[in-house]
């Protein structure tokens, strides 16, 4: 009897125990939620300030050094932009030059870059050449503690041990500042560093190749020297390519996706855009250079945000030999396109993709999300005028809000959705889209007459001349889908929107058809 008793006891026991458990796991997963949370709407409250900052770099003391490796240092320190993070620009003019302070904000807490000036008690002035470049290239710091990869380790592990002593040469020759280094405020557990262990595994370690840049041998060698500064200290990708996450984009694990290498992103409010060959194909090497020196969009418009202060920080002070060697390796980088949003709310996908990054906050001048008297006054001149800027782009804005991959009528979808959001009641009255008339080939044979009969009257080798079904057999064997994909992306040789950027999808879709019509023996194309 007694030993029955026992057991009941026992059971209930383990019972109330596994309960006990349950409920301190979800009490933990509940307080992990709602501090990111918090932290997702500071990052938020913290978005699409505009910067108006831009601290100077400090003299140096040469005395007694190698004055050609502190020059060298110098330059790869604007290469790689380490003022912006290690000043704080908050302070504007008060802000000490690499004296640490600047709090990033990020979905697990708050970091706030260190001193890296040569004071000894504050900044890295004990350190070693051989503890920097292990700080540098593997992310771990003199302690032995892994860093956050809010500091890009991820990239500089690409810079050559040279090119990192002489970095050390010109920060050991700047004004020491002696100024104490704010503590992290992360939310637990992620103030352990010895977690970043699981990150460095799946993100570092993995997926990245780790060891100092090696040149293509195939390719020039202005464009290895790209390669080099676009993928090392320049750490492009950071901004421009979209990252691994938590149930939302806005929850980042600061893990680029290389499939999707440089197309875009949205960074503390901006859109970073795509800045693969599949935008920059067609845009002349100088174009391309004068968005860094000029903070000129291509196409038009001031470049703002984060892009900004790289422009003044770094970007404008590097050699026109650099900024075109960056210009010609971004012209040839290949990556997937990531998938557009799909579904019935189409139009809500491609906003929360592709346009929120501009639209949520107003930065930039966008009309914001929901704010009704902006995109009124916008609207005064006609809704088929918005459909045309979202489009062809205009001002800031890039064209198609750099979603490529998106057909005029999912672009106006997201428009609509944009609109209805700013009318009363949040947008609970849906637009009703009206798709476009179907263009037939009598409309395909116009079009070509009038837009691609420059390229395709036989004038140009690389472009097949309508009717040389010899010339064709390689697109027809590909079939209409992809030949069509093809001029709308620019890709396989062909100029992006068939060099005719105020073409419709439909206008080029029904040109396409007609010249593979005429092209082909025993194939229609009328049904696509």
């Known amino acids: 009897?007694?030993?029955?008793?026992?057991?009941?006891?026992?059971?209930?026991?383990?019972?109330?125990?596994?309960?006990?458990?349950?409920?301190?796991?979800?009490?933990?997963?509940?307080?992990?939620?709602?501090?990111?949370?918090?932290?997702?709407?500071?990052?938020?409250?913290?978005?699409?300030?505009?910067?108006?900052?831009?601290?100077?770099?400090?003299?140096?003391?040469?005395?007694?050094?190698?004055?050609?490796?502190?020059?060298?240092?110098?330059?790869?320190?604007?290469?790689?932009?380490?003022?912006?993070?290690?000043?704080?620009?908050?302070?504007?003019?008060?802000?000490?030059?690499?004296?640490?302070?600047?709090?990033?904000?990020?979905?697990?807490?708050?970091?706030?870059?260190?001193?890296?000036?040569?004071?000894?008690?504050?900044?890295?002035?004990?350190?070693?050449?051989?503890?920097?470049?292990?700080?540098?290239?593997?992310?771990?710091?003199?302690?032995?503690?892994?860093?956050?990869?809010?500091?890009?380790?991820?990239?500089?592990?690409?810079?050559?041990?040279?090119?990192?002593?002489?970095?050390?040469?010109?920060?050991?020759?700047?004004?020491?500042?002696?100024?104490?280094?704010?503590?992290?405020?992360?939310?637990?557990?992620?103030?352990?560093?010895?977690?970043?262990?699981?990150?460095?595994?799946?993100?570092?370690?993995?997926?990245?190749?780790?060891?100092?840049?090696?040149?293509?041998?195939?390719?020039?060698?202005?464009?290895?020297?790209?390669?080099?500064?676009?993928?090392?200290?320049?750490?492009?990708?950071?901004?421009?390519?979209?990252?691994?996450?938590?149930?939302?984009?806005?929850?980042?694990?600061?893990?680029?996706?290389?499939?999707?290498?440089?197309?875009?992103?949205?960074?503390?409010?901006?859109?970073?855009?795509?800045?693969?060959?599949?935008?920059?194909?067609?845009?002349?090497?100088?174009?391309?250079?004068?968005?860094?020196?000029?903070?000129?969009?291509?196409?038009?418009?001031?470049?703002?945000?984060?892009?900004l202060e790289a422009n003044h920080d770094s970007l404008r002070l590097l050699s026109h030999d650099d900024l075109l060697s960056i210009a010609t390796y971004l012209k040839e980088v290949q990556s997937q396109t990531p998938p557009k949003p799909t579904g019935s709310a189409l139009g809500k996908g491609i906003y929360d993709t592709y346009c929120s990054g501009c639209h949520a906050s107003g930065a930039g001048g966008a009309p914001k999300f929901g704010d009704e008297a902006s995109w009124n006054q916008l609207l005064k001149k006609g809704v088929d005028k918005v459909y045309e800027s979202a489009i062809l782009g205009v001002g800031s804005m890039p064209a198609k809000g750099t979603c490529l991959s998106c057909s005029d009528d999912e672009i106006k979808q997201a428009v609509n959705y944009m609109i209805a959001s700013s009318k009363k009641g949040g947008g609970r009255g849906p637009i009703i889209f009206i798709p476009p008339k179907q263009l037939t080939m009598a409309d395909g044979k116009r079009i070509y007459q009038e837009r691609c009969n420059v390229c395709h009257n036989g004038s140009y080798p690389s472009a097949p001349k309508l009717g040389d079904k010899q010339a064709w057999q390689s697109f027809v064997d590909a079939g209409f889908l992809q030949t069509y994909t093809d001029v709308i992306l620019g890709q396989h040789g062909h100029p992006i929107h068939g060099a005719c950027p105020t073409c419709s999808d439909a206008e080029i879709k029904a040109a396409v058809k007609y010249m593979m019509q005429e092209s082909s023996t025993g194939k229609d194309y009328h049904l696509w």
């Open 1 to 307: 009897m007694n030993e029955r008793i026992q057991n009941m006891i026992s059971k209930k026991s383990f019972k109330v125990t596994l309960f006990i458990l349950l409920l301190i796991i979800i009490g933990f997963f509940i307080y992990i939620l709602t501090g990111v949370q918090k932290n997702v709407q500071k990052m938020e409250e913290n978005a699409g300030e505009t910067i108006t900052y831009f601290p100077d770099y400090p003299p140096v003391s040469t005395t007694g050094k190698n004055a050609d490796l502190v020059k060298r240092g110098e330059y790869l320190v604007k290469v790689g932009d380490c003022i912006a993070c290690h000043t704080n620009t908050t302070e504007g003019k008060k802000a000490k030059p690499f004296a640490g302070g600047l709090p990033m904000y990020t979905p697990f807490g708050t970091i706030y870059a260190p001193n890296i000036t040569p004071d000894k008690e504050t900044g890295i002035g004990n350190w070693t050449e051989e503890q920097f470049t292990k700080a540098m290239q593997e992310g771990i710091s003199p302690h032995g503690e892994y860093y956050y990869p809010a500091f890009p380790y991820l990239y500089f592990s690409k810079v050559k041990t040279d090119d990192i002593k002489a970095i050390k040469a010109y920060l050991d020759t700047i004004p020491a500042v002696n100024q104490k280094n704010i503590k992290n405020d992360m939310l637990f557990p992620f103030n352990w560093r010895f977690m970043q262990l699981g990150w460095r595994i799946l993100f570092f370690h993995k997926e990245q190749k780790i060891g100092p840049f090696q040149p293509d041998t195939n390719k020039s060698d202005q464009w290895n020297r790209g390669a080099y500064l676009v993928d090392g200290l320049g750490h492009c990708a950071m901004c421009h390519s979209p990252s691994y996450h938590i149930v939302s984009p806005d929850i980042s694990l600061g893990a680029p996706i290389l499939k999707y290498n440089l197309t875009g992103q949205k960074v503390q409010g901006f859109l970073a855009p795509n800045i693969t060959q599949a935008n920059l194909s067609q845009v002349p090497l100088e174009e391309i250079v004068e968005v860094f020196t000029k903070d000129r969009l291509i196409g038009g418009g001031k470049i703002e945000g984060p892009m």
